[in-house]
Structures are given as structure tokens and as C-alpha cells.
């Protein structure tokens, strides 16, 4: 170690060791103090309109919800029939199949090796149960307030949203939870609905909405990303005009919150990075950076 | 001097350190100079003041110690044999007046003396000598330091002259005396008899000493010639008591021939009433403490000498025997004709009912009856476990072998007492049934109570199809329910409508078994209820077959809403991903079974309190038999009529003293407490109590599972 000259009487060099006996108290640190400091060598630099374009995932879901809410809305109030919403749904889904398979030529599918026929069975399942149990569904809330009801299904769809899987490595995320809330969420107000014909198309309305609607706009995303861009301005535009037929001060709140977390939350993101003040050195702890797959089998 | 009197009750546990006897001598004159000391701390408020305060409390060590019969140092030896004159061994009023009945016995001289007797004419009986010479038969030599206590049957405290025979128990340096043979007797006769009684009894019985009950002044001839006698009966030590008229003070001394210096003994005289000792059963103290158990045995020893000893207690004075003897028996042996007879009779009674009883059993254990509708019947009605309980009573008590030890008779008494009063509370039963056509109106309020029952349930399930306190039901779900139990105990009455012309004539028939006895009957009640309320057990297990696939339906979808799975392998919950249609059925049944859990909910709660009523009064019924089963009735007439045959120990009265006699005790039988005997001799019963703990119990029913609270023991668990 390359001994510092010190001002101090001593001549010896101060070693950074507490086993042997120095003339310096233990405290004693000298002008190469911190030299090993790095500050912020893992801060990502971030730009503005990447940040943008990723935070439609956050709008699209925030869009769904509103539109599931406004079309529940529709439906009880009697304006939307089941059978029309029905028919609708039925077309978008078709629509949007031929369009998964579409947009990358096949490779997904013969990736994940799911077969039509599969898709088809449990397409079928799943509506035979629902149209099975919709009695069952409607007559569920029957005895509890209604009160109860939105408040849980608010509960819900904002558990939905908070565990929702946006892209991010995080422990929080499970899109299990998610989309069982999502159900559960749209089982609450289907029970609500007048009539089984009309918790039916609800459910399976929530089902294209909250789960085959995601899975579309990832591969969407992945694939072209200005086609994205458009779809989800179109979708967001839509979920404004349908709240605003129901009420113009959600409308005016809907929108405002969309532009925050599209326009004004990277913005922020990005000016509240240069107060980062993450400091690395030595101490901190050791991170094989080694592939250990050669030790694999 | 006042009577000390103090008597407690003393445990075996505490025969040898409880006896607080505190007596201050005053001065140091007399024989015995013991002071006896064994003061517990029990005793520190207690003891006697024995108003002869000329004692000097310096003599006493600290009041908290814990010897017993400390042996006092300055004794004084008792030199042995050579130096008396003895006289002739024969019977005091044999000798002819003015014959010379003494002869010098020379130091050693023993032979020479029997030379001597044999050529003396005899209208006496002269003894040979046989044992003269074997002075030193090898006998464990005495605990040096333990004062000797001498056990005397209060029967033979008015008993004629002559030597004490019992045992010496050198450990506990006690001679048991057991009986006083009389003169004139032949020794060596007497010593065959002793072997005799020795090898039929198990019991080292001998000669311990001399009596001398002289009714007029004190004889010195007449002692000095049973000091003789030590030498013939060699016995170590060698006991002289004698009695002067009518006091109550005896004199005790001992002879000690093996050890030269002369030693003053310490005696303690212990009265003891031989009838009683001999009839009672002593029990073992139930908690072990370490003292205890060398204690119990010391007292059991003498116990045990006792009542071994019977063949001793045979011969009577009208018998024509070599030996006469006093004892408890002596002037007749006790009996009694009734026992006799009984004696008699039961021989071929027994007979007969092994004979009924193996037949009876053969049934029951024929093929026949093993089939599977009828064994599981059998196993579960209760009426069957009683009726084959009491069978194996009677062949408990008609086996032909006879009880080996106490508990085993006792127990035998126990249980015929048991099943007697048993049969005769149910012929009470019986009789009270029979009269004035009771049958006939208990038949006639069955049904109404029944249709009552059936009404009561069905206004119960009315108010839960509403809205039961207030709750909220789902609508479907309740009525389906409701309608689904209400077609049930429409069933059942319709059920009940058409027994009803039947009930009166089966009634008859079942009341009629009630002579079998009080439990039998007790036990059809209880079967006639569980029949009565099926239907609210068959309600309880739909109930709560429900509630329980719904909890676990439910638990098993809130770990698939949370994405996580049980690992059955692992025995944990992991997570695990989903399909999708796995998943949207998953979360919609999870919705639908947790909407639905308070209805299902509540009609398990109401079913399961009902179930848990009927329970409750079979089981109080239940409890009921086991009580009259297992309490040992015979035990309990026993302690309160004699209760000295049950015995938890002994305790110690003293009576009058004065110096320079031993020490008198009266050992008095102290008996056991109620609740020991019950404890001691309870009957084993055949039921369990509940098998479950309440955490378990509590568990049980919120998950949802079935409760048999009352399990036999029989049946296997599962």
C-alpha cells in the first residue's frame, strides 16, 4: 500500500487495519477516503417518448375498466341489450383472433403449441358453465346492499389494477390475482343485472375484456408499435365518450387522470432521476456476474 | 399421672417415625431408661403433658427430630442363665407341696440337670432336653440401637400362665406374639407343633418367652422357673412379661444370653386386637413417597404374620390336643351357619351358571348373529355393550377358580353386590311399571310427544327459511333446503303414525327386560331415545356433509384465486399457474360458494346444536350406568359396617404409664378413607369418556367433520 505522506509527526503510513497497534486513533481515516465512491452508475438514462409509448399498458387497462363499468352501466340501466352486446362482443373476439394469429404469421402459436381445437374446447366449457350457472349467478347478491356491492367490486377492480402484470419484474405482480379479481369483480355487478341472460353476457363480456383483450394488445405491442399507438388513443378515446355520456365530471376526471399518467408521470419520472443519489463501493454485496450454466449438466 | 392420651392417625407410611410419644421420665431410677423420642413437627402443639414435670427437658433433644425409640445408652446388661435357680419346668399347681422342686442348674450344666430329671419320679411331665445345648441357634442378630417392641394380643391379657409363642422380626427388633400356650406342655411337643404351623402357615413361628399372670402376689419361684424355660426354648432375646393380680402395669424384661455385659432393655409393649388385625387388609399408602415404602412393609410384616397364622387359630381349648392355647379363638372358633350353608350352595350354583353362561355366550358368538346388518346393530346399540358387560361379570363371578389374593375378592364381592342391586332396582322398575297399566300410558303419550317433536322442528325450519335473526339468506338456496327437511320429518311422521297401534304391545315386551337389571333398563331408555331423534342426526350429517365440502371447496378455490396450489407431496402450498379456463370457472365457483356459506352455515349450526342436546342426555344416561356399574358397593358397606378390615394403617393411643414399667400402647386400626376405598376398588367400565380434547372438538366442528363424542371402547378408531 502506497503510504500517504501525513502532515502529523508520525512517519509511519496509515494502514487501513485494526490488528495492529497505530499511533492513529481508530477512527482515523485519510485523504483517500472514499476515492472508491461511485454514485448513480446504475441510473438508467430514460427518454421522454420511449416512456410515453410504455405507458400505454397503464391506459389500456385503465380503459378497460372504464369501459367495463360503462357498459355494466348501460345494461342495467336497460339501454344495451344482452343480446346486442352479445353479438358485438362475438364479432370483436373473432376479429381479434384472427388478428393474434395474424400479426406474427403463425410463429406464436407454433411456439406455444396450442392448437385451434384446444381454444375452441375451452371456449365451449366456458360458456356452457357460465349459461349453466347464470341462475345461480343472478339470485348470489340477492340479499346484500348495494352498497356492499359497488364498494366490493370497486375493491376489486382496483386490486385488478394495482396487481396487474404492466411489464415490470416486481414481487407485487400476479396476474392470477388480477384477473381472479377482475372476475369477481364483474360476478358482483352481473348479479346485479335484471335477468341470468344478461349476468351471462356480462360475465363473458369481462372475460374477453380483461383477459383475451391484454394478451391481444402485448403482441400488438411487441410487433407494431404505431399500430399500437393508434389502437390505444381509439380505445381511450371511446372509454372517454362512453363516460361521458353517463356522467361529464367522470369524464372531465377520466381524462385528466389519463393525460397524467400517459404525459405527466414520465416527466416526472425523468426530472426526479437527477436527484438520484445512489452510492456504490466496495462495501457493497458481491454479485456473481459469472454464467453458472457451464456448471449445468 | 394423667392418661396421655394421643392417638393419631398414622399411615404405614408413618408407623415407625410418627409415633410421638413424649414421656419424660423423672430421675433415672427403674429399668428402662428410654426416652422416646421421635417428634415430628406435627406433634409440636400436641403433645401430652404429662405433669410429672419433675422432668428434666434436657434430657429431650430438639423436638424436630426425626429418630424413633432411641436407644438410651446407660443400660444395664442382663447377665444370662448360669447364675438362677430355676425350678422344675411344670405346671405350678403340679407341684406337690413341699416337694422339692428346685435344682441348682450349674453354670453349663444342663446335662447333668437332665440326668437328674430323668430319674425324678413325675407326677410331673419332665421335659427332655432337647434343645438344651443348641443355646445358640444362628439368628440375624438384632439392629443394635432399636428398641424392642413386643405386640400383644389384648385377648390374652387375662390368659393363664405360660410361654408366648409368634414371631421376631429381628429387622424391625418386634416380637408379634400370637398366642400363650399353657402348662403342662412337652416342648418337644410343642416345638413340633411349631414346625408344623410353620410349614403350613409360611411363617417362622417360635417360642419368644414367658407369661406370668400370678393372681396373688408375685411368685419368685414361679418366675425364676420361666427364666429357666429360656434356656430350653432358645430364643434370642428371651421375653418374660408378667402380671401382677389385676394391675394394669406389666413387667417386660429380656434376657439376653449371647452378650455378656448386662444390658437394660427398652420395651414397648403394643396391645393389639388379634380378631381385627387378622381380618384386616391393609392398603399400601398411594403416593410413593421413599419413606413410605419401608414403612408400609414393616407394618404389613406384622400384618401379615397375623392373618397367615390361621391354622394357629384352629385349636380351640376344647380341643384334645398336647398343647393348650389362648388367642382370640380360643374359646370357640367363629362360625356361622348361613355362611355355611352359603358355602355349600355355591358350589353347585356356580356350576349351573357356568354351565347357562357358556351356552348364552355360545349364541352370542355364533355365526348366525355376525352378519353384517345385524353386527353393526349390535355394536350400536348400547343395550347389546351392557348386557355383554354384565355377562362377563357373572363369569367373573361363577368361575370356579377361587380368589387368589384380597382384590381379586373383593372384587367378586364387588360385582355381586353390584349386579344384585342392579336386579333388584330393576324389578322395583318393574314393578312400579306394571302396576296400574303404566305401560299403557306411557304408550299413550309417546306419539304425542313425538308429533310435538316433529312440529317443534318444522316451525324451527320455518324461521330459518325466513329470515332467521335478522340474516340475510340466499332465497334459492334456503328453500331448497327447508323444503328438502321438512319432507324429511314428514316422512318420519307418517313413520311414527304407523308404529303407533304397535307401541303399546312392544313397550310390554321391552319393559319386561328391565329384570335383567336397573342398567339394562337405563340403557333401552337411551337406545328408545337415539332411536326417537334420528331424524335430527340424519339432519346433523346432511347438514354437516355440507358445510363440510363447502369449506373445503372453498379453501381449495381461495388458494386457486390467489394462483397457489397444495402440494400433496410437500405437504405446502405452492404457487402454480393457471389455465385460463381453470382459472374463470375456479374464481366463479369461489364466488358462488362464498355467497352461499351463510346459508349452509347457519343450517349446520342449528342441525349441530340439536345433535349436541340429544348427546348430552344420552350421555347423562350414560353416566348414570357407569356409575351403578363400577361403584364398589360391597367395598363401601364394608368400611362403614367393619371398617376395620379395610385398613389405611395404624395409630397409637397411649395409655396409662408409670416409671419403671415399659411403655403401653393400644394399636388401633385405622381405616380408609371413603373416597380411597371408591378409588381402590372401582369396577373397570367399558365405555370412554370423550376422546377429543376442546381445541379438537371446536376444530372438528368448524371444519365441519362428524362428532362421535361418545366412542366405546371397543370399536376401532378411525
Not at chain 1, 341489450?81 to 370483436?92: D, E, I, K, M, N
Not at chain 1, 404492466?166 to 372476475?183: C, K
Not at chain 2, 415430628?40 to 429418630?67: I, K, V, Y
Request: charged share 15%; proline share 4%; hydrophobic share 45%.
Amino acid at each position: 500500500m502506497v503510504c500517504a505522506q501525513v502532515e502529523t509527526s508520525p512517519r509511519r503510513c496509515w494502514q487501513k487495519v485494526l490488528y495492529e497497534r497505530q499511533p492513529f486513533p481508530d477512527n482515523y481515516v485519510d485523504q483517500r477516503f472514499l476515492e472508491e465512491l461511485r454514485k448513480n452508475i446504475h441510473a438508467r438514462q430514460y427518454q421522454y417518448w420511449n416512456v410515453v409509448f410504455e405507458s400505454g399498458v397503464v391506459v389500456q387497462q385503465l380503459c378497460s375498466v372504464c369501459v367495463f363499468v360503462v357498459t355494466w352501466w348501460y345494461m342495467d340501466a336497460g339501454v344495451l341489450s344482452p343480446q346486442g352486446l352479445f353479438g358485438a362482443a362475438l364479432l370483436t373476439s373473432l376479429l381479434g383472433y384472427v388478428l393474434f394469429d395474424a400479426i406474427d404469421a403463425g410463429v406464436g402459436r407454433r411456439e406455444s403449441g396450442r392448437t385451434r381445437w384446444a381454444d375452441l374446447k375451452s371456449t365451449l366449457v366456458f360458456t356452457a358453465f357460465t349459461y349453466g350457472f347464470s341462475p345461480v349467478l343472478k339470485t348470489l347478491t340477492e340479499s346484500i346492499s348495494t352498497d356492499t356491492i359497488y364498494a366490493m367490486s370497486a375493491f376489486m377492480l382496483l386490486g385488478h389494477l394495482i396487481f396487474f402484470d404492466y411489464g415490470a419484474n416486481a414481487a407485487i405482480v400476479s396476474s392470477t390475482l388480477s384477473l381472479n379479481m377482475a372476475i369477481f369483480a364483474s360476478v358482483c355487478l352481473a348479479s346485479r343485472l335484471p335477468r341470468s341472460l344478461h349476468a351471462f353476457v356480462m360475465v363473458t363480456f369481462a372475460m374477453q375484456i380483461f383477459a383475451l383483450w391484454p394478451m391481444l394488445q402485448k403482441k400488438l405491442k411487441a410487433r407494431t408499435p404505431y399500430c399500437y399507438v393508434g389502437v390505444t388513443a381509439l380505445f381511450a378515446l371511446v372509454a372517454l365518450v362512453g363516460l361521458a355520456s353517463v356522467s361529464s365530471v367522470g369524464a372531465v376526471l377520466f381524462a385528466s387522470l389519463l393525460l397524467s399518467v400517459s404525459c405527466l408521470c414520465p416527466y416526472c419520472l425523468i426530472r426526479l432521476q437527477q436527484l438520484k443519489d445512489n452510492i456504490h463501493g466496495p462495501w457493497d454485496e458481491a454479485e456473481i456476474k459469472e454464467d453458472l450454466s457451464r456448471f449445468l449438466m | 399421672m394423667r392418661t396421655s392420651h394421643c392417638s393419631h392417625n398414622l399411615g404405614a407410611a408413618q408407623f415407625r417415625s410418627h409415633v410421638a410419644i413424649s414421656r419424660e421420665r423423672a430421675g433415672c431410677g427403674g429399668r428402662g431408661k428410654g426416652v422416646f423420642l421421635s417428634c415430628s413437627s406435627l406433634w409440636h402443639g400436641r403433645l401430652p403433658h404429662s405433669s410429672e414435670a419433675a422432668a428434666d427437658t434436657s434430657r429431650l433433644p430438639g423436638r424436630s427430630a426425626w429418630l424413633c425409640w432411641v436407644h438410651h445408652s446407660a443400660l444395664s446388661a442382663v447377665i444370662c442363665a448360669p447364675q438362677l435357680s430355676k425350678a422344675l419346668i411344670t405346671h405350678p399347681k403340679h407341684i406337690p407341696v413341699g416337694a422339692p422342686s428346685h435344682r441348682v442348674w450349674s453354670a453349663g450344666g444342663l446335662r447333668s440337670s437332665c440326668e437328674l430329671h430323668r430319674t425324678a419320679p413325675s407326677p410331673v411331665r419332665t421335659p427332655r432336653v432337647g434343645g438344651g445345648q443348641r443355646c445358640g441357634v444362628s439368628r440375624p442378630p438384632r439392629i443394635a440401637g432399636m428398641v424392642l417392641k413386643v405386640f400383644f394380643p389384648s385377648c390374652c391379657s387375662s390368659a393363664e400362665s405360660g410361654i408366648l409363642i409368634g414371631r421376631w422380626i429381628p429387622e424391625q427388633s418386634s416380637a408379634v406374639v400370637l398366642a400363650v400356650v399353657h402348662f403342662p406342655f412337652i416342648p418337644v411337643q410343642v416345638k413340633q407343633y411349631l414346625r408344623e404351623v410353620q410349614q403350613v402357615a409360611k411363617v417362622s413361628v417360635s417360642v419368644l418367652g414367658s407369661w406370668n399372670n400370678s393372681k396373688q402376689e408375685k411368685e419368685e419361684s414361679l418366675s425364676e422357673f420361666l427364666e429357666d424355660l429360656g434356656t430350653i426354648f432358645s430364643h434370642e432375646p428371651w421375653i418374660q412379661i408378667s402380671k401382677e393380680g389385676d394391675s394394669k402395669f406389666w413387667n417386660c424384661s429380656t434376657l439376653q444370653k449371647q452378650s455378656d455385659s448386662h444390658r437394660e432393655e427398652e420395651i414397648i409393649l403394643v396391645y393389639y386386637d388379634q380378631r381385627k388385625v387378622m381380618l384386616s387388609h391393609l392398603h399400601p399408602p398411594l403416593d410413593t413417597a421413599d419413606l413410605g415404602a419401608e414403612d408400609a412393609s414393616k407394618l404389613s410384616a406384622i400384618f401379615n404374620t397375623v392373618a397367615s397364622s390361621k391354622v394357629l387359630f384352629m385349636t380351640d381349648r376344647y380341643d384334645d390336643g398336647p398343647i393348650k392355647m389362648t388367642h382370640w379363638q380360643s374359646d370357640g372358633v367363629e362360625a356361622s351357619i348361613i355362611v355355611e350353608l352359603m358355602k355349600q350352595a355355591s358350589v353347585p350354583a356356580c356350576m349351573l351358571l357356568t354351565f347357562l353362561l357358556s351356552l348364552v355366550s355360545g349364541v352370542c358368538n355364533s355365526r348366525l348373529l355376525k352378519f353384517w346388518p345385524l353386527s353393526f346393530l349390535w355394536s350400536k346399540l348400547s343395550t347389546c355393550e351392557q348386557l355383554g358387560h354384565r355377562l362377563q361379570h357373572l363369569q367373573v363371578i361363577s368361575s370356579s377358580k377361587k380368589a387368589q389374593n384380597q382384590t381379586q375378592l373383593m372384587r367378586k364381592a364387588n360385582i355381586f353386590v353390584s349386579l344384585l342391586i342392579d336386579v333388584a332396582l330393576g324389578i322395583l322398575l318393574m314393578s312400579w311399571l306394571y302396576r296400574k297399566n303404566q305401560i299403557g300410558h306411557l304408550a299413550d303419550t309417546l306419539i304425542p310427544v313425538a308429533d310435538h317433536v316433529a312440529e317443534e322442528l318444522q316451525d324451527l325450519l320455518q324461521w330459518l327459511m325466513g329470515a332467521p335473526a335478522g340474516l340475510k339468506m340466499n332465497r334459492a338456496l334456503d328453500q331448497v333446503l327447508g323444503r328438502f327437511f321438512l319432507y324429511h320429518i314428514h316422512l318420519w311422521i307418517s313413520y311414527i303414525h304407523l308404529m303407533s297401534p304397535f307401541i303399546e304391545m312392544i313397550l310390554w315386551y321391552v319393559g319386561l327386560s328391565a329384570c335383567l337389571g336397573l342398567t339394562v333398563a337405563l340403557c333401552i331408555l337411551s337406545d328408545i331415545i337415539a332411536l326417537l331423534t334420528f331424524h335430527i342426526y340424519c339432519f346433523y350429517v346432511y347438514g354437516a356433509r355440507l358445510y363440510c365440502l363447502k369449506i373445503y371447496g372453498l379453501s381449495s378455490l381461495w388458494r386457486l384465486f390467489r394462483g397457489k396450489k397444495w402440494n400433496v407431496l410437500r405437504q405446502r402450498v405452492d404457487s402454480c399457474s393457471y389455465d385460463l379456463d381453470q382459472l374463470f370457472i375456479g374464481t366463479l365457483l369461489f364466488t358462488i360458494l362464498l355467497f352461499l356459506l351463510p346459508t349452509t352455515a347457519l343450517y349446520y349450526l342449528v342441525f349441530t346444536l340439536l345433535r349436541l342436546l340429544v348427546v348430552i342426555v344420552q350421555g347423562l344416561i350414560h353416566l348414570l350406568v357407569d356409575l351403578i356399574d363400577s361403584l364398589p358397593l360391597y367395598s363401601v358397606i364394608l368400611r362403614f359396617c367393619r371398617s376395620y378390615r379395610l385398613a389405611a394403617g395404624v395409630k397409637f393411643r397411649v395409655l396409662e404409664q408409670q416409671d419403671g414399667k415399659p411403655l403401653r400402647l393400644l394399636m388401633q386400626i385405622n381405616p380408609l378413607s371413603y373416597g380411597s376405598v371408591v378409588q381402590t376398588y372401582r369396577l373397570p367400565t367399558y365405555s370412554c369418556y370423550p376422546k377429543d380434547s376442546w381445541t379438537s372438538l371446536c376444530k372438528k366442528l368448524f371444519l365441519g367433520e362428524l362428532i362421535y363424542p361418545w366412542k366405546h371402547k371397543g370399536e376401532k378408531q378411525d
